[in-house]
């Protein structure tokens, strides 16, 4: 199952809405992570040139930013810790980069968040672990694929916000009681998790409603009497959000 993020409408909502064509946007936390050493994740240059006109499309390992995301959202004195992804410190989680453009529903897709599953013959599953391997050297819990043209002129608050959306897609299993779920050796049951509401309610207390998907900053600016339409609609950017909506 793949989640996605951040859908971008492509006719309709101005690309500097999502920092697209502008420097990014200085943050505060940007010069605390640079003090504490755990610098924002940049995507390589080789994805960001063009031959020909044209980008040829790729996916690259990041594990720059599994150890970005384990530093800093992770580990109680990172500067983002959240709780909510405690049980995110016992799984495998591979990243991607990619320059791949991915449409859906008219929207351009930032982000994914799935769990491998090889629903295939016996080729065609050997292949597919063979290239999660080379990548990460094992069969990882989730996958979470980022696009770099995107990432590179996002603004850190919103990049924090993209990467945040996609780990909340990556939930741990819940009981009848709604306490959470563990293997017989003590490990977290993972699984593919939806949203609280049309945006995942830590995202909203964390980067606000105008960082969160667009029915939920819509609703908070529609009881506020503003008519300022949201900066970011993570949700809509997201390809997992796009294919459950399908």
């Not at 936390?29 to 050493?37: D, I, T």
């Not at 351009?108 to 290239?131: I, Y």
């Not at 993972?190 to 049309?198: A, K, L, N, S, T």
């Amino acid at each position: 199952m793949t989640f996605h993020s951040p859908l971008i409408p492509l006719p309709d909502v101005p690309q500097g809405i999502f920092g697209i064509g502008h420097p990014p946007i200085e943050h505060p936390m940007a010069a605390k992570n640079q003090r504490s050493g755990s610098i924002r994740p940049m995507p390589p240059e080789s994805l960001l040139l063009s031959e020909g006109g044209a980008l040829w499309g790729q996916f690259l390992p990041a594990p720059e930013i599994e150890a970005w995301v384990r530093a800093v959202i992770l580990e109680e004195d990172g500067n983002l810790f959240n709780e909510d992804h405690i049980h995110l410190r016992e799984a495998s989680i591979g990243f991607l980069w990619t320059n791949v453009q991915y449409i859906r529903q008219a929207h351009q897709v930032v982000g994914t968040a799935e769990m491998p599953m090889f629903r295939c013959g016996a080729w065609q599953k050997g292949r597919q672990e063979q290239q999660l391997r080379e990548w990460f050297g094992d069969v990882p819990d989730f996958v979470i694929t980022l696009d770099a043209l995107y990432a590179a002129t996002a603004s850190d608050a919103v990049w924090a916000a993209v990467v945040e959306h996609e780990l909340y897609h990556c939930g741990q299993e819940r009981d009848a009681f709604g306490s959470p779920k563990f293997t017989q050796s003590g490990l977290p049951k993972f699984q593919m998790r939806g949203h609280d509401v049309e945006e995942f309610v830590g995202i909203v207390r964390r980067y606000g409603a105008g960082n969160s998907a667009g029915a939920t900053a819509k609703l908070v600016e529609a009881s506020k009497n503003a008519p300022a339409i949201a900066n970011v609609d993570i949700a809509r950017a997201c390809g997992t959000c796009l294919l459950k909506a399908a």
